[in-house]
């Protein structure tokens, strides 16, 4: 140690050290601090709190009984005689290890972690000079004008770095305990004196942040000697100097150079030399350290110039500082869309400032950035992606928690408990936000939903544990049959229009309004009065099956809705509406459907006869059509789910109308011609399977769609056409065909053939 002792002198030479002078001069020509006198942005301490508190008697005691030994030299070197020489406990040479080497993953936060004990340090006096009694030896000392700061230093030449902060520094036996031992903390004790002197502020308390002892040993990833001036506010207290290479021992001898506050000297390893560069560490602490409430000087030059501002009342921040802030934090020229600020302290205690971007390019992706974690003004991480679901990755901002804790989860967030709840806290406002908004202003809305729709809809099927399907649902927007075309309405509305007798909100998904107003199954339920949401999203066939239900009312396809209405009548099923109503008689219906599921028996569950089906002459029905919709999307319009068509997977319900033209001519054509009968059945179940869009691929109907209008013309297309003479021509051609049309049968109505 001898050696590191000689080291540390030398570097102490080098080092500017201020004096004690010089230092109550720091910051002079520095704006006053606006937080001066108040905790970390708490409410300012009362006079009747302040009688309150009074003097840790173990310092005192420590103080008084403390031994003053007189510094050797100008210089302040001590003699071997004063030189104290201490080991490591064997556990803290273990975990010395760990943290120097494997606690952190990026190198660069040993200077947030030593900006983050000095401004506990800071912290520390300000309270103690707000609550320590002046009727005793425990006074203050220092000037109590001093603006408090932290002053950083890189030496290049020498490959040093230093952080000196004037705030409540060290006694001897406090140097030894908070830095010769890591699992103790410096931080920890100040709070449990405070417990004990029957404290009841609960923010002053919350306001010392970090662990010193975890913290501070961060610098030995980066240096082969770290050493330590420290002198404590105390009156008459002695400096002292600790110095330690990390090996498993340090030293500590009085030092009379060292000023009120603590300086660390890092000496950096060789191929660390970029913490020794002005422009690197300037960044460094921009990155992490830029809303620390105390004056950060880097060789003189302030860094931390940007305001807190989620740390400021709401309502005093104006628009230009929203936009300000919002490009700093995102790193982003637009201006925010929306702007949300809130705080909360149950269940637990969170501020965030969040914006929502004015436009957003969901086409080419959005990368789950999370928000800007803080604890106390300190960042945690820059890109803290568990704190928000990653369905709104579109939102930007910052989260200041005070519950997360600063020790090891500053770098691994260990806490899960904790981050699940801000995850929930963050969500649910966020949520609740955008349903205010869209109240407010439903066309600014409406413009929000068309660039981050596909987020909302995320949402609702990737909802995590605890968050309301029926909450981020409400956020949805479609387009009405009660509206006009382009007008949006919601799940909440609907349910205010629905028909007495109504139980399901029913919605068709297609490519567009013009389809949707000609399809069967919307046709369907307009006959019922029944309102239908229109939807032009494929994705949302896939959203609103996983919805269900909202507001405890099932979520429906109006595929689905013919069956629910069929099994409801099923005894009316064929009975005219009118006298004038011309269809099959339920003898004739049912033997056409047994007919009907005979040739398409591998294709539908079941075949049934209805009369609510207007101009359609068949329909396919089934709950699982917009499932199976989805499903065809998502692969090749010509793939087979293992050489099984998807019809075959589907298996439908075929609804025959018994009162249509087509299928009253296919009741007398299947008894005369059942080829063509079968024929024709074909193509209207493919007809079908396109109308609800789960046909595999309608390039397959072509030969089936030629050989039909080859029975239709008279042609025979199974015979290919050859060259051959006129003679014979004329012969085969003399040879009468026999033409199948429609007025080769006939139907009367209600008339059993």
């Known amino acids: 140690m001898a050696s590191l002792r000689k080291a540390a002198l030398v570097l102490g030479r080098q080092a500017s050290r201020p004096s004690l002078s010089a230092s109550r001069r720091c910051l002079s020509s520095v704006r006053p601090n606006p937080l001066a006198g108040a905790l970390n942005g708490s409410p300012r301490v009362s006079k009747s709190y302040t009688r309150h508190v009074s003097t840790s008697r ?13 510094a050797s030299g100008a210089s302040g070197e001590a003699s071997d005689a004063s030189v104290e020489r201490l080991q490591f406990q064997a556990e803290t040479r273990q975990l010395l290890d760990i943290v120097a080497k494997s606690l952190y993953s990026d190198k660069e936060v040993f200077i947030r972690e030593v900006i983050s004990n000095a401004s506990d340090a800071l912290e520390k006096l300000r309270h103690n000079r707000l609550t320590e009694t002046t009727d005793s030896t425990a006074v203050v000392s220092g000037d109590q004008g001093e603006e408090l700061c932290i002053r950083i230093s890189v030496d290049e030449a020498n490959n040093t770095f230093t952080i000196h902060d004037n705030g409540i520094g060290m006694l001897k036996q406090e140097l030894i305990d908070n830095l010769g031992t890591i699992a103790r903390s410096g931080s920890q004790a100040f709070l449990k004196d405070l417990k004990e002197k029957g404290e009841t502020s609960a923010k002053a308390a919350q306001s010392i942040i970090g662990q010193f002892g975890v913290g501070f040993y961060s610098t030995f990833m980066v240096g082969d000697l770290v050493t330590v001036y420290t002198r ?72 931390n110039t940007v305001q807190p501002l989620w740390m400021t009342e709401g309502k005093k921040i104006t628009e230009e500082e929203h936009k300000e802030f919002y490009q700093f934090i995102g790193q982003r020229s637009d201006t925010p869309r929306y702007s949300l600020h809130f705080s909360a302290d149950a269940p637990i205690m969170v501020r965030s400032l969040l914006y929502v971007p004015d436009s957003v390019n969901a086409m080419f992706g959005v990368q789950h950035e ?34 997360i804790p600063l020790n090891l989860s500053r770098e691994l ?45 995320e949402g609702i099927i990737s909802q995590d544990p605890g968050e309301t399907k029926d909450e981020i649902a409400r956020l949805m927007r479609f387009e009405s049959s009660e509206k006009q075309h382009e007008q949006t309405t919601n799940l909440d509305e609907y349910v205010e229009r629905m028909q007495e007798g109504q139980k399901e909100i029913y919605y068709l998904c297609t490519t567009s309004r013009k389809l949707a107003e000609s399809s069967p199954y919307y046709l369907q339920l307009r006959n019922k009065g029944y309102e239908v949401l229109f939807s032009f999203d494929n994705a949302d066939d896939t959203i609103l099956s996983a919805l269900d239900s909202f507001k405890n009312m099932k979520v429906a396809s109006a595929e689905s809705f013919v069956d629910a209405g069929s099994d409801e009548k099923k005894d009316e099923e064929v009975v005219p509406s009118s006298s004038d109503d011309v269809r099959l008689t339920k003898e004739q219906a049912d033997k056409l459907c047994a007919f009907v599921k005979e040739v398409l028996a591998s294709k539908v569950e079941d075949v049934k006869a209805t009369g609510n089906m207007a101009e359609y002459p068949v329909v396919i029905t089934s709950s699982n059509i917009s499932a199976f919709r989805s499903m065809k999307r998502n692969f090749m319009a010509n793939q087979k789910f293992g050489n099984i068509p998807l019809a075959e997977l589907l298996r439908p319900t075929l609804q025959v109308n018994p009162s249509h033209p087509v299928i009253m001519r296919l009741n007398i054509t299947y008894q005369v011609d059942r080829p063509l009968a079968e024929l024709a059945l074909k193509q209207m179940f493919d007809n079908a399977l396109i109308a609800a869009g789960v046909h595999d691929d309608p390039r397959n109907m072509l030969p089936q769609l030629n050989e039909l209008i080859a029975q239709a013309i008279g042609a025979d297309i199974t015979k290919a056409a050859a060259p051959s003479d006129t003679s014979s021509t004329e012969e085969d051609s003399s040879e009468p065909v026999e033409e199948v049309t429609a007025e080769n049968v006939t139907v009367e109505s209600n008339k059993t053939q």
Not at 58 to 70: I, K, S
Request: proline content about 4%; aromatic content about 10%.
């Open 58 to 70: 173990a310092l005192r005691q420590e103080q008084e009984t403390e031994t003053q030994t007189p």
């Open 232 to 303: 404590s506010y105390k009156p008459g207290s002695t400096g002292y100097r600790w110095i330690s290479d990390g090996s498993g021992s340090f030293e500590v001898s009085p030092d009379e150079s060292a000023s009120i506050g603590s300086k660390i000297v890092v000496s950096l390893k060789g191929d660390e030399k970029k913490f020794s560069t002005e422009s690197s560490v300037k960044d460094i602490i921009t990155k992490y350290s830029n809303f620390i409430s105390f004056p950060i000087y880097l060789n003189d030059t302030q860094i």
């Open 413 to 457: 967030l260990q806490d899960n408990a904790i981050i699940k709840k801000v995850r929930a806290t963050l969500t649910s406002r966020i949520v609740r936000f955008l349903q205010r908004e869209a109240k407010k202003d439903p066309e600014k809305y409406d413009q929000f939903f068309d660039q981050c729709g596909i987020f909302i809809r």
């Open 370 to 403: 999370g928000l800007a974690l803080y604890n106390r003004r300190v960042l945690i991480q820059d890109k803290a992606r568990d704190v928000i679901p990653e369905w709104l990755r579109f939102v930007k901002g910052v989260v200041d928690c005070e519950d």
